[in-house]
């Protein structure tokens, strides 16, 4: 489990230079340590998080008073109209922002205790996210976009070989590699974003409508892809979804309506 962070650097946080160029230093790691495991204890867990955004126009509800735990290796589908809240929660998931009140722990520790640094590294140590739309970099090739995150993280910025491995795992023949995100299909960027979610290793990933912007068949084959990582690998999955079909997928379906939990099922 990760400890609470203090704040101050650890002993392990000396500068690491990174490989291949002397005149580069990075940052050190605001969380240096190894998480263990610990598949009775929820992974992400909700208490009582109310999102709100104020407006010139008046405050409006993203999420209202959530709370709800979710497990290792579980693969959620989070379902609910268009305007509930479904992207707000995924968004507070990943750390991307902060609840009004409530508290948020990823896996146990208290969100709100975080610097701007240690939650930067949390994203990039634990987190993987997966959008509708790819967000890839449309001037990097599919290899330079997975393998950013990994360069950022490691500072390892001409060793690409855990970027071919995530490619490799997502299936993206080699050829593709050098294409940019406009030379793809759209069933092959999602395998690049998943492949760049994937490159660090991470805990949790994170989906905004994975499948939102593909064909039928092509969105099975992505399915089919993000459930294996569930299955073969244990990795937790939070997936937003419009789509019943897809949902199905999923162990667990989380409702959202109005910014509530409105039932489970699974
Ligand atoms: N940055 C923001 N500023 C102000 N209001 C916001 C912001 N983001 C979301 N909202 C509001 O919060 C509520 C929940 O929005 P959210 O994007 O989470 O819904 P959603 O369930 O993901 O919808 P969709 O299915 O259409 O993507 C909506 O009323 C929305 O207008
Ligand atoms: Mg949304």
């Not at 050829?175 to 299909?185: A, E, I, M, V, Y």
């Not at 992505?222 to 299955?231: A, K, P, T, Y």
Request: charged share 25%; net charge negative.
């Amino acid at each position: 489990m990760l400890k609470i962070p203090t704040g101050q650097a650890d002993a392990a946080d000396t500068l690491r230079r990174p490989e291949g160029d002397p005149s580069l230093f990075i940052r050190p790691f605001t969380l240096p340590w190894k998480q263990e495991k610990d598949k009775e204890s929820p992974i992400i867990a909700f208490r009582q998080v109310t999102k709100i955004y104020p407006l010139d126009s008046g405050d409006v509800t993203g999420i209202d008073n959530v709370s709800l735990d979710i497990f290792p290796g579980e693969f959620i589908a989070v379902m609910g109209p268009s305007g509930s809240g479904k992207s707000t929660l995924l968004n507070l998931m990943g750390c991307l922002d902060q609840p009004s009140s409530g508290e948020i722990l990823i896996e146990g520790n208290s969100v709100r205790m975080m610097s701007d640094n240690q939650l930067t590294d949390l994203r990039l140590e634990l987190l993987g996210f997966i959008f509708q739309y790819f967000n890839l970099f449309p001037l990097f090739d599919a290899l330079k976009n997975v393998h950013y995150p990994y360069a950022t993280r490691t500072g390892r910025i001409y060793d690409t070989s855990r970027a071919k491995e995530a490619l490799r795992e997502v299936d993206l023949p080699e050829p593709f590699w050098t294409h940019r995100p406009g030379q793809l299909s759209g069933g092959q960027q999602q395998r690049v974003a998943i492949a760049r979610a994937l490159v660090n290793d991470p805990s949790i990933l994170l989906c905004d409508e994975p499948t939102g912007n593909l064909d039928t068949h092509t969105g099975t084959t992505i399915l089919n892809l993000l459930s294996d990582l569930s299955r073969r690998e244990g990795r937790t999955i939070v997936m937003v979804t419009h789509d019943p079909k897809t949902a199905e997928y999923a162990d667990r379906i989380i409702r959202i309506v109005d910014g509530k939990v409105a039932g489970e099922k699974g």
